[in-house]
């Protein structure tokens, strides 16, 4: 999975060696077949060294060099059936853009990306591509190995990173102007994907983003060590070049509602984005303790507001020893991780499975046991502990067992009766997702949303009960990824583009 043992360094001298006798072969006019390919072994990710990383907020996946991410895309087998691309939401030419690092041509790679996906930077970082476009890859299942897959998502990266690092970026081409108006509530990967495809129409496109910094999710919600701030930026920067207006802490609902931007402000569509940023908590004894916070609140505290870096915050940070995390999915790992960097002696993440049912991304669960975070499996809380300051001091845990697969095909888990017991603590975090913010749907009348609070839409169309009122992402589908956001926001761009066309 990755390459913690060496570093990038002996990574690429590695790569280099089993490279130039392939190329040679290749420009002798050799025929490569499949076999010779599947010989190729997997490249390892270069990363920070465990120990150090725990300690910073720098970027703890390096990215390959140009040899590492050639070696890879030479396993590629190029399959005329092409079945990663069908397990890609946004449908991004993959064997297309891999044939164009196998010869080299990185400009012409990333651009067969930016042809479907303008966020592939973001995406190769953050996507869960062994549960998308490689758990599809014919070398995986050949090799019987999802992790054995070509690397479609470092590859992906490293292509966006390499135009980026020798300033070959290219704005999109911008059609000539229609006179449409189109508003998009919202600045996450579903909001500026619509943004960009309504943009490059030729419509007038202005984003209204509820916080200080665009981004959403990717800046409130993943961690630097994961996604650098400066890379959204990037991709943003990029957006405004092409003519789209971005207006922060504009809360729609409250500085304007859906309503005024389509009667008042005159917008011909509009396209709500605004994420699932509610989150939800665990109804035990306790929970209104000092030191207890949802995910949510800690890692935009953490990530938005910089807590990290003490010294320049401008929001106060609840210091802890011993931190624990309450869930399993990318938001507990992210949580976790960050309170070891905020300086947490031991951190436990609690999860009431073991990790074979966990939803967290592999190698995130990888890079945070590499870390030194503990892992306490087939347990949950029943109440949280206070002194008599009311603030959290220890946590009862009640054992389970797996019992039974449940409706998701998870084996469910069974409490073991009397087995409760206490553990000590001074934070938990609550990462059990979230829900929808009920503003928009409260301010706008007639928009139908279901039991849960998510906007409905009709079909892939992403058309809500208002005409002219589009949306996608996280508020249609509850916590998603980034990647099935964007897969979103490509429909509903597309919807728009229709409307708009006639």
């Known amino acids: 999975m990755s390459g913690e043992n060496k570093t990038k360094e002996q990574l690429t001298k590695e790569a280099e060696t089993l490279l130039k006798p392939f190329l040679a072969r290749k420009a002798a006019g050799e025929k490569i077949g499949p076999k010779d390919r599947m010989a190729i072994p997997s490249q390892d990710m270069p990363a920070q060294d465990p120990i150090a990383r725990g300690k910073n907020v720098a970027e703890v996946a390096e990215g390959y060099g140009e040899a590492q991410a050639r070696l890879e895309a030479e396993r590629c087998l190029g399959c005329k059936n092409q079945p990663c691309v069908n397990g890609c939401p946004v449908q991004v030419p993959i064997p297309r853009f891999i044939a164009e690092i196998q010869n080299g041509d990185f400009k012409a790679a990333v651009d067969i990306v930016k042809e479907t996906n303008l966020l592939p930077a973001v995406c190769g970082r953050v996507c869960p591509q062994e549960k998308q476009c490689q758990s599809e890859c014919t070398l995986g299942k050949s090799l019987k190995d999802v992790n054995k897959s070509v690397a479609i998502g470092r590859l992906e990266r490293f292509v966006a990173d390499w135009e980026r690092a020798n300033n070959k970026v290219t704005i999109p081409t911008v059609k000539p102007k229609t006179?449409?108006?189109?508003?998009?509530?919202?600045?996450?990967?579903?909001?500026?994907?619509?943004?960009?495809?309504?943009?490059?129409?030729?419509?007038?496109?202005?984003?209204?983003?509820?916080?200080?910094?665009?981004?959403?999710?990717?800046?409130?919600?993943?961690?630097?060590?994961?996604?650098?701030?400066?890379?959204?930026?990037?991709?943003?920067?990029?957006?405004?070049?092409?003519?789209?207006?971005?207006?922060?802490?504009?809360?729609?609902?409250?500085?304007?509602?859906?309503?005024?931007?389509?009667?008042?402000?005159?917008?011909?569509?509009?396209?709500?984005?605004?994420?699932?940023?509610?989150?939800?908590?665990?109804?035990?004894?306790?929970?209104?303790?000092?030191?207890?916070?949802?995910?949510?609140?800690?890692?935009?505290?953490?990530?938005?507001?910089?807590?990290?870096?003490?010294?320049?915050?401008?929001?106060?940070?609840?210091?802890?020893?011993?931190?624990?995390?309450?869930?399993?999915?990318?938001?507990?790992?992210?949580?976790?991780?960050?309170?070891?960097?905020?300086?947490?002696?031991?951190?436990?993440?609690?999860?009431?499975?073991?990790?074979?049912?966990?939803?967290?991304?592999?190698?995130?669960?990888?890079?945070?046991?590499?870390?030194?975070?503990?892992?306490?499996?087939?347990?949950?809380?029943?109440?949280?502990?206070?002194?008599?300051?009311?603030?959290?001091?220890?946590?009862?845990?009640?054992?389970?067992?797996?019992?039974?697969?449940?409706?998701?095909?998870?084996?469910?888990?069974?409490?073991?009766?009397?087995?409760?017991?206490?553990?000590?603590?001074?934070?938990?975090?609550?990462?059990?997702?979230?829900?929808?913010?009920?503003?928009?749907?409260?301010?706008?009348?007639?928009?139908?949303?279901?039991?849960?609070?998510?906007?409905?839409?009709?079909?892939?169309?992403?058309?809500?009960?208002?005409?002219?009122?589009?949306?996608?992402?996280?508020?249609?589908l509850g916590a998603a990824t980034v990647i099935l956001a964007m897969g979103e926001g490509r429909r509903a761009a597309a919807s728009i583009n229709k409307l708009l066309a006639n």
């Open 179 to 476: 006179g449409k108006k189109v508003a998009v509530v919202g600045s996450g990967p579903a909001g500026l994907t619509v943004a960009a495809d309504t943009a490059r129409e030729g419509h007038e496109v202005a984003v209204f983003e509820a916080f200080h910094k665009t981004g959403g999710v990717m800046v409130y919600g993943i961690p630097e060590f994961r996604l650098p701030k400066a890379i959204v930026q990037a991709e943003v920067d990029g957006l405004k070049k092409m003519g789209v207006d971005i207006e922060t802490n504009f809360l729609v609902g409250r500085t304007r509602t859906i309503r005024e931007l389509l009667d008042d402000d005159k917008y011909d569509a509009v396209f709500v984005g605004t994420g699932a940023g509610l989150p939800k908590f665990m109804g035990i004894p306790g929970e209104n303790f000092v030191g207890v916070v949802s995910a949510n609140e800690y890692l935009t505290r953490s990530n938005l507001m910089k807590a990290y870096d003490p010294a320049k915050a401008a929001t106060p940070m609840y210091q802890s020893k011993i931190a624990t995390v309450i869930g399993g999915g990318n938001v507990a790992m992210d949580a976790a991780r960050m309170a070891l960097r905020l300086g947490a002696e031991q951190v436990h993440v609690i999860y009431r499975r073991t990790r074979e049912e966990m939803p967290a991304r592999g190698e995130e669960v990888e890079h945070a046991m590499e870390e030194g975070i503990i892992f306490d499996f087939l347990r949950n809380p029943t109440r949280i502990l206070g002194n008599e300051q009311g603030r959290v001091n220890g946590l009862e845990l009640l054992k389970y067992e797996l019992g039974e697969p449940d409706a998701s095909g998870r084996r469910s888990p069974v409490a073991i009766k009397g087995s409760e017991y206490v553990f000590d603590c001074d934070l938990v975090i609550v990462a059990l997702g979230n829900e929808s913010n009920p503003l928009i749907s409260k301010t706008t009348a007639a928009l139908n949303v279901d039991k849960k609070g998510r906007i409905t839409v009709e079909g892939e169309s992403q058309q809500t009960s208002l005409e002219k009122v589009y949306a996608g992402g996280d508020i249609v």
